[in-house]
């Protein structure tokens, strides 16, 4: 599975943004999709999972301001990001898990929140 994440970009406090993730490859066998962040300085964390069958996940830090979709038609998922704060400045990466639990990710997009 090989995917392409974009949509990064510099935005405003209180702006939005939609990253979007093109899968290619054995994309039959993906279980779970998702996204994940890193800041500066810190881990790679989850933001965002949903599953083979519609269910979602939210990292209680974007609950209520971020929301996966996908897209089979078009094999891509999106995180689309409202109410942005300086806090979400991160590199973002999207994920896909098979159901041999085998994680793929995409090159980070880089997300900067400033004014």
């Known amino acids: 599975v090989q995917l392409q994440a974009s949509g990064g970009g510099l935005v405003q406090p209180g702006g939005s943004l939609r990253l979007s993730c093109a899968a290619s490859g054995s994309i039959f066998s993906i279980r779970h999709r998702g996204w994940y962040r890193q800041a500066p300085g810190k881990q790679r964390d989850v933001i965002a999972i949903?599953?083979?069958?519609?269910?979602?996940v939210y990292a209680d830090s974007v609950k209520g301001r971020f929301t996966i979709s996908r897209d089979y038609a078009k094999n891509t998922w999106y995180l689309q990001m409202n109410s942005l704060k300086p806090e979400d400045t991160a590199v973002y990466y999207c994920?896909?898990?098979?159901?041999?639990?085998?994680?793929?990710w995409g090159k980070g997009t880089l997300v900067t929140v400033s004014s």
């Open positions: 949903i599953s083979s069958g519609g269910s979602t």
């Open positions: 994920n896909a898990a098979n159901y041999g639990d085998v994680n793929f």
